[in-house]
Every structure is written in structure tokens, then in C-alpha cells.
């Protein structure tokens, strides 16, 4: 029932009876009990008495205001109903509005472009400003750099004294991240006004059957502007993409498979962003440079856009596969992180084993990779791959062998321990199923594979790898990689202190250029000697600075006292020439065994080149005895 029509309705009457004449008492009483006899009826006779009582308390006050509280009443009633009808109107010219002049863009949160625009909006100050947000944890990468400047810094003492760093406070004082919370938001940007519309919903996933079932949040961003034409929408969403990526073009991003649960939504879902990291330098990798050369070249023109059209018109499968093979620490990793860097491309490493990960999912992830990417897949000898048929033969003979030896033990005179190994053996077999060999080459040039990826796959033993995974087409270029040599050892020390020494990157180059022909290929009896004596090689270089403090350094004072003297230019070379003499050239050190040693001499040069020779004696030492602790750091 319309309340406010009957209401006036009802004192119309009465305001007509008032202008014809009356007393102003007989009027407001006039008025009051139509009101009344009015509203009564609405609510039942039953409170008939409460309502008499109620007209006379209305009657009284409008004799002491001097004025009639009807008016109230009625304006009341007017304000609400021209409420309800405004509201109506405003609702209707707004949905005209959104159907035919508005134009509007939505993005899930499944899409890496919700993170473009999600960050992009956080650095908007009008919307930081806003009085509905939404405050989120914002924790740097290492990469990213920090406010360091509260940080009191100082050196410790030989006896372990001294001012320590205190990182306690650091995440206190990191500010949250802010973005708009969920509802609608407006916003000016270049002269125009857009509207955003952050919303959730739940979604029910009944799990298929790789899962339970469960509820997912699910959320969505719909960005809106006045006019018939999205295109400043998309112009916005460009901006937001190039500043996104702005601020990673010296970064390379690394990916693994997303857990369990998401893999099976397929898509973009099936890869997750673990580390966002600088671009490494090809120079900064220890490898013979023909094979460097070699390498970038041949990827290079595999990424080159004509590549697909020449693939297409031969017939040929437009992939390629690298095989980086060699002893534990030479660079075959970081030689995959350069290349990624160098290319501009995310890497994507797969560990094949992944307890989770079976043949479906990794043929899924295969097939979700963007268009140009960097696969790694690291100790693939490690893998357990192997063809189905590869143990029975071996088992049989084994089998047949032990018979013969126990006297072809019967299984009907197993004894209970017996049993029990064969259950055990059985159990293992049968849980243990991983990634098979079939599965893998299935993944990386079956029918249905990915194209346009490049394939990278690192190996400990390369002889131990099946012909099938290795064969042409499948593995495109091997690259080996060995124990680090004197030029590298040497390129390996001035990378490490040319930055300290504020000297140019084509350092190393040129003292590699200047000593390559002096420095020799292969070790000498007079080498040989000079290690075990610990004297320096017959080239004559100039001599170290005598004003350096040899004696408090070789007694491993303070850190202060062993630094206390910048390193020159001419000097570094010096050092950086005698350190390489001192490492035998039969490749038996490994780069990253090296750049150990020198991170833990990284601010004074003088000193590294004062222990390596215990070092690499210490060294030699354990490789000889095979034990796994090392005596001399």
C-alpha cells in the first residue's frame, strides 16, 4: 500500500477546509484528527485508544509551537516519495547509459594483465587517496633494492667484535602496498574519467578428479569511460602493460609449475612466477668464447622472425634443443640464465622430479609455454629415465644368477622375510612411476608438442642419457663445458675486482689479449714444481706494491687492516696474472670452486693471491681422497 499517497490524500481536505475560513485551533484539530482517522485504519482498530491519546499529544504541541506539525508530517512524506521516484529515474537514465554510451573492457584475475592494471593503479595518487582501499603486503625482491641509510655499518674485529648489521627493523618500517578495495571507483586520467569496477565471485570447483571439492575466489575488472569506443580503454591497458614491463627489461623472470590443484585449470594457470632477476651478463660466464660465440649465434637465428616461414616451407618442426654437458660447477646454468637475459625471453624450469608432476601435466605445460621461451630442464641424467623394457632383461639375469647361486629357491619355500621384500619391491614398483622416457620425448617434439621454445637440458653424465633423447632433432648443439683453465681463472679474478677498481668492463679482455700467448697451454715440470714450493711462475711481471702490509695480511688480521689500501689498475693486472699461474692448468678446478674462494677475499685481492696456494694445495688434497671436507677456505 502506498503510504505516502494516502497521507496526502488524506490532509488535502483539510488544508482546503483551512483556507475557507475558522478559527486556527478548529483547523490544526480539523486537520490533526483527519490525519488520523487517515492513518487508523492502516494499523487496526485494536490501537485505536494509543493513537486517541497520541492526537491529543499532537493537538498540544502544535498550540506551543504555533504552528501545525502536519506540515512536518506532509513534507515528510513528500521528500521520501520525490526520493523513491529520483532514485528510480537516476537508476534508469544510468543503465541507458551504461548499455549505449559507455564502453567497457573486463579482465580476470587469471590474466596477467589484471597484474599490469592492478600495479599500474597502485602508483595512481588519486586512487592511493581514496577513501575505499585495500592494504597488501609488499615485500621487495633482493634485486629491487632498499632503503638502507638507518643501518649502522662497521667492521669486525679480529677478535669478532665490532658493530653488526640489525635487520630488525627494516620490515617494520616497510610500507603496505595500496590498491582499490572491491566496489566501484572513478578516476581522471588525461583528461578523461574512467570508472573501475573491482568484483568477486565463488566459484564451486568440484575437483574432477585430481582434487576435493572446494570453493574458488575468483576476481574480476571491469574498466569503463564515456563514448561508444573502447579504445581509450585499450590505450589505457597499454600503458599499464609497457610500464609493467618497463620496469623488468633488465630482469629475467623465472617460472615453475604452478602446485597440483592449479596445473588442471590448464592455460596460464599452469605456470607461476618464482624470481625476478637481473639480467646476467654473457661475459660474466666462464666458457671458451668460440663455443660462446657459437651458441648465440645459432639461437640467434633460430629466434629470428623469418625462421617459422623457412621451418613451414621445409616441412621441418620449428623447435631446438641445446645439450649443456660437464663436470658439477662449470657454468651450464648460469650460461642458460645468460642466454634467457640476453634474448629477453622468461625461462621456464621443469624438475622432472617433481613427485607431483605426471606424463598429462608435463605435456599440458609444454603445450601452455608463451611463444618464445627458454626450458631448462637441469641434471636430466638424474631423472630416472629409462625405457619400460630396460629392467626386465637385467632382472631376468640377475634373477637367473641368484637362482643358480641360492639353488633356484622355489617360491613355495619362501620364508616370511622373502615375502615381505617382494611386497616391498612390488609396492615401490608401483608407486614410483614419475616421468617415463616415452613421456618426456612425447612432450618435446610429439605430434601435438609446442613449438617455438627453445630447449635447454644440463647433464652431470651425458653418457649415461639415452640415444633416443639426445638424437638430432631432439638435441640440436652440444656444448661442453670443463674445469676452469688459467685464462679463465684469470678473467675470473679481474670480473670479481675491476669493479672495486673502478676500471672498465674490456679490462679482462685486454689482459686476456696481452697474456693469452705467455700463459701456458699445458702444464710443465717447472709448473709442477713451482706449486708444491709455492714460488710463481718464470714470466716476469711487474713485482706487487712494497708498501702493501704483506706480513699483517698473510696473519689474517682485521678486515680493515687487509683492505686498507685501494687497488690500481696496473697493480689488479699484476695480481690477477699471478693468481692464474697458481691454478694448475690440467683442469681440475671447477669456475664455481674459484669464485668461492675469491667471494671470501671479494674487497682485497692482495690476500686471495697470498692464500691460494694453500688453497688449491688443500684442494688438490681432498679431490685425492675423495672426501667431501675441505681443510683451507
Same mark, same amino acid.
Given at each position: 500500500?502506498?503510504?505516502?499517497?494516502?497521507?496526502?490524500?488524506? +490532509?488535502?481536505?483539510?488544508?482546503?477546509?483551512?483556507?475557507?475560513?475558522?478559527?486556527?485551533?478548529?483547523?490544526?484539530?480539523?486537520?490533526?484528527?483527519?490525519?488520523?482517522?487517515?492513518?487508523?485504519?492502516?494499523?487496526?482498530?485494536?490501537?485505536?485508544?494509543?493513537?486517541?491519546?497520541?492526537?491529543?499529544?499532537?493537538?498540544?504541541?502544535?498550540?506551543?509551537?504555533?504552528? #501545525?506539525?502536519?506540515?512536518?508530517?506532509?513534507?515528510?512524506?513528500?521528500?521520501?516519495?520525490?526520493?523513491?521516484?529520483?532514485?528510480?529515474?537516476?537508476?534508469?537514465?544510468?543503465?541507458?547509459?551504461?548499455?549505449?554510451?559507455?564502453?567497457?573492457? %573486463?579482465?580476470?584475475?587469471?590474466?596477467?594483465?589484471?597484474?599490469?592494471?592492478?600495479?599500474?593503479?597502485?602508483?595512481?595518487?588519486?586512487?592511493? %587517496?581514496?577513501?575505499?582501499?585495500?592494504?597488501?603486503?609488499?615485500?621487495?625482491?633482493?634485486?629491487?633494492?632498499?632503503?638502507?641509510?638507518?643501518?649502522?655499518?662497521?667492521?669486525?674485529?679480529?677478535?669478532?667484535?665490532?658493530?653488526?648489521?640489525?635487520?630488525?627493523?627494516?620490515?617494520?618500517?616497510?610500507?603496505?602496498?595500496?590498491?582499490?578495495?572491491?566496489?566501484?571507483?572513478?578516476?581522471?586520467?588525461?583528461?578523461?574519467?574512467?570508472?573501475?569496477?573491482?568484483?568477486?565471485?565463488? !566459484?564451486?570447483?568440484?575437483?574432477?578428479?585430481?582434487?576435493?571439492?572446494?570453493?574458488?575466489?575468483?576476481?574480476?575488472?571491469?574498466?569503463?569511460?564515456?563514448?561508444?569506443?573502447?579504445?581509450?580503454?585499450?590505450?589505457?591497458?597499454?600503458?599499464?602493460?609497457?610500464?609493467?614491463?618497463?620496469?623488468?627489461?633488465?630482469?629475467?623472470?623465472?617460472?615453475?609449475?604452478?602446485?597440483?590443484?592449479?596445473?588442471?585449470?590448464?592455460?596460464?594457470?599452469?605456470?607461476?612466477?618464482?624470481? %625476478?632477476?637481473?639480467?646476467?651478463?654473457?661475459?660474466?660466464?666462464?666458457?671458451?668464447?668460440?663455443?660462446?660465440?657459437?651458441?648465440?649465434?645459432?639461437?640467434?637465428?633460430?629466434?629470428?622472425?623469418?625462421?617459422?616461414?623457412?621451418?613451414?616451407?621445409?616441412?621441418?618442426?620449428?623447435?631446438?634443443?641445446?645439450?649443456?654437458?660437464?663436470?658439477?660447477?662449470?657454468?651450464?646454468?648460469?650460461?642458460?640464465?645468460?642466454?634467457?637475459?640476453?634474448?629477453?625471453?622468461?625461462?621456464? $624450469?621443469?624438475?622432472?622430479? #617433481?613427485?607431483?608432476?605426471?606424463?598429462?601435466?608435463?605435456?599440458?605445460?609444454?603445450?601452455? !609455454?608463451?611463444?618464445?621461451?627458454?626450458?631448462?630442464?637441469?641434471?636430466?641424467?638424474?631423472?630416472?629415465?629409462?625405457?619400460?623394457?630396460?629392467?626386465?632383461?637385467?632382472?631376468?639375469?640377475?634373477?637367473?644368477?641368484?637362482?643358480?647361486?641360492?639353488?633356484?629357491?622355489?617360491? #613355495?619355500?619362501?620364508?616370511?622375510?622373502?615375502?615381505?621384500?617382494?611386497?616391498?619391491?612390488?609396492?615401490?614398483?608401483?608407486?614410483?612411476?614419475?616421468?617415463?622416457?616415452?613421456?618426456?620425448?612425447?612432450?618435446?617434439?610429439?605430434? +601435438?608438442?609446442?613449438?617455438?621454445?627453445?630447449?635447454?637440458?644440463?647433464? %652431470?653424465?651425458?653418457?649415461?642419457?639415452?640415444?633416443?633423447?639426445?638424437?638430432?632433432?631432439?638435441?640440436?648443439?652440444?656444448?661442453?663445458?670443463?674445469?676452469?683453465?688459467?685464462?679463465?681463472?684469470?678473467? !675470473?679474478?679481474?670480473?670479481?675486482?675491476?669493479?672495486?677498481?673502478?676500471?672498465?668492463?674490456?679490462?679482462?679482455?685486454?689482459?686476456?689479449?696481452?697474456?693469452?700467448?705467455?700463459?701456458?697451454?699445458?702444464?710443465?715440470?717447472?709448473?709442477?714444481?713451482?706449486?708444491?714450493?709455492?714460488?710463481?711462475?718464470?714470466?716476469?711481471?711487474?713485482?706487487?706494491?712494497?708498501?702493501? #702490509?704483506?706480513?699483517?695480511?698473510?696473519?689474517?688480521?682485521?678486515?680493515?687492516?687487509?683492505?686498507?689500501?685501494?687497488?690500481?689498475?696496473?697493480?689488479?693486472?699484476?695480481?690477477?696474472?699471478?693468481?692464474?699461474?697458481?691454478?694448475?692448468?690440467?683442469?681440475?678446478?671447477?669456475?664455481?670452486?674459484?669464485?668461492?674462494?675469491?667471494?671470501?677475499?671479494?674487497?682485497?685481492?692482495?690476500?686471495?693471491?697470498?692464500?691460494?696456494?694453500?688453497?688449491?694445495?688443500?684442494?688438490?688434497?681432498?679431490?685425492?681422497?675423495?672426501?667431501?671436507?675441505?681443510? $683451507?677456505?
Amino acid at each position: 500500500m502506498d503510504i505516502a499517497g494516502t497521507l496526502i490524500q488524506g +490532509a488535502l481536505p483539510t488544508f482546503a477546509a483551512n483556507n475557507t475560513g475558522g478559527a486556527g485551533n478548529d483547523t490544526r484539530k480539523n486537520l490533526a484528527d483527519g490525519i488520523f482517522e487517515t492513518i487508523l485504519p492502516l494499523f487496526g482498530t485494536q490501537f485505536n485508544p494509543l493513537f486517541k491519546i497520541l492526537m491529543v499529544v499532537w493537538n498540544k504541541a502544535g498550540i506551543s509551537l504555533g504552528f #501545525d506539525p502536519t506540515i512536518i508530517l506532509t513534507i515528510a512524506g513528500v521528500v521520501w516519495a520525490a526520493n523513491k521516484l529520483l532514485r528510480q529515474l537516476y537508476g534508469t537514465l544510468y543503465g541507458l547509459t551504461q548499455q549505449y554510451f559507455t564502453a567497457s573492457i %573486463n579482465i580476470s584475475n587469471s590474466d596477467e594483465m589484471y597484474n599490469h592494471m592492478m600495479k599500474w593503479l597502485a602508483g595512481q595518487p588519486k586512487l592511493v %587517496n581514496s577513501r575505499s582501499l585495500t592494504a597488501e603486503t609488499f615485500s621487495r625482491t633482493m634485486w629491487e633494492g632498499e632503503d638502507g641509510g638507518d643501518l649502522v655499518t662497521g667492521s669486525i674485529g679480529a677478535d669478532g667484535t665490532g658493530i653488526m648489521l640489525n635487520f630488525s627493523n627494516q620490515e617494520a618500517k616497510a610500507p603496505p602496498r595500496f590498491i582499490p578495495a572491491f566496489g566501484l571507483h572513478g578516476f581522471w586520467f588525461e583528461g578523461r574519467y574512467y570508472r573501475i569496477h573491482r568484483k568477486q565471485e565463488s !566459484l564451486y570447483d568440484d575437483g574432477n578428479s585430481s582434487g576435493m571439492p572446494q570453493f574458488k575466489d575468483k576476481e574480476k575488472l571491469a574498466i569503463s569511460c564515456f563514448g561508444r569506443s573502447p579504445e581509450p580503454i585499450k590505450k589505457l591497458l597499454q600503458l599499464a602493460k609497457e610500464q609493467y614491463y618497463a620496469d623488468h627489461h633488465a630482469k629475467t623472470i623465472v617460472k615453475r609449475p604452478s602446485p597440483q590443484n592449479l596445473r588442471r585449470y590448464g592455460g596460464r594457470h599452469s605456470w607461476q612466477q618464482v624470481a %625476478n632477476r637481473p639480467v646476467r651478463p654473457m661475459n660474466t660466464v666462464v666458457l671458451d668464447e668460440k663455443q660462446k660465440v657459437a651458441v648465440l649465434s645459432d639461437m640467434n637465428e633460430y629466434l629470428h622472425p623469418a625462421t617459422p616461414r623457412w621451418y613451414a616451407a621445409r616441412g621441418i618442426p620449428l623447435r631446438r634443443g641445446y645439450l649443456f654437458h660437464g663436470p658439477p660447477g662449470t657454468g651450464k646454468t648460469s650460461l642458460s640464465f645468460a642466454l634467457a637475459g640476453v634474448f629477453g625471453l622468461d625461462i621456464h $624450469v621443469i624438475s622432472l622430479l #617433481d613427485p607431483s608432476l605426471t606424463e598429462e601435466d608435463l605435456s599440458a605445460l609444454f603445450s601452455s !609455454l608463451p611463444r618464445r621461451c627458454v626450458v631448462l630442464l637441469e641434471d636430466i641424467d638424474t631423472a630416472g629415465l629409462s625405457r619400460p623394457d630396460d629392467s626386465k632383461p637385467e632382472d631376468g639375469k640377475q634373477s637367473g644368477k641368484k637362482g643358480a647361486k641360492d639353488g633356484s629357491k622355489d617360491k #613355495d619355500d619362501w620364508s616370511v622375510s622373502d615375502l615381505a621384500r617382494e611386497l616391498r619391491k612390488q609396492g615401490d614398483s608401483t608407486e614410483k612411476k614419475g616421468i617415463s622416457l616415452s613421456g618426456l620425448l612425447n612432450a618435446i617434439d610429439g605430434v +601435438a608438442s609446442h613449438e617455438g621454445r627453445v630447449l635447454i637440458m644440463t647433464t %652431470n653424465k651425458p653418457e649415461s642419457l639415452d640415444d633416443a633423447l639426445i638424437r638430432p632433432g631432439r638435441v640440436d648443439m652440444q656444448v661442453a663445458f670443463n674445469n676452469a683453465t688459467r685464462q679463465q681463472a684469470l678473467e !675470473l679474478f679481474v670480473r670479481m675486482y675491476e669493479a672495486e677498481s673502478k676500471m672498465s668492463t674490456t679490462l679482462s679482455q685486454e689482459i686476456s689479449l696481452s697474456t693469452a700467448s705467455t700463459i701456458p697451454s699445458t702444464p710443465t715440470e717447472k709448473d709442477s714444481s713451482d706449486l708444491s714450493d709455492g714460488s710463481i711462475t718464470e714470466v716476469e711481471v711487474e713485482d706487487l706494491d712494497q708498501n702493501a #702490509d704483506d706480513t699483517a695480511a698473510s696473519k689474517l688480521v682485521s678486515a680493515k687492516d687487509e683492505a686498507e689500501r685501494p687497488v690500481t689498475t696496473k697493480e689488479l693486472a699484476s695480481i690477477a696474472f699471478k693468481f692464474s699461474e697458481i691454478i694448475p692448468e690440467g683442469q681440475i678446478i671447477s669456475p664455481a670452486e674459484i669464485q668461492g674462494f675469491l667471494l671470501k677475499r671479494k674487497k682485497n685481492p692482495r690476500r686471495a693471491l697470498l692464500e691460494v696456494n694453500g688453497w688449491v694445495t688443500a684442494l688438490l688434497e681432498q679431490k685425492a681422497s675423495k672426501t667431501k671436507i675441505l681443510q $683451507v677456505q
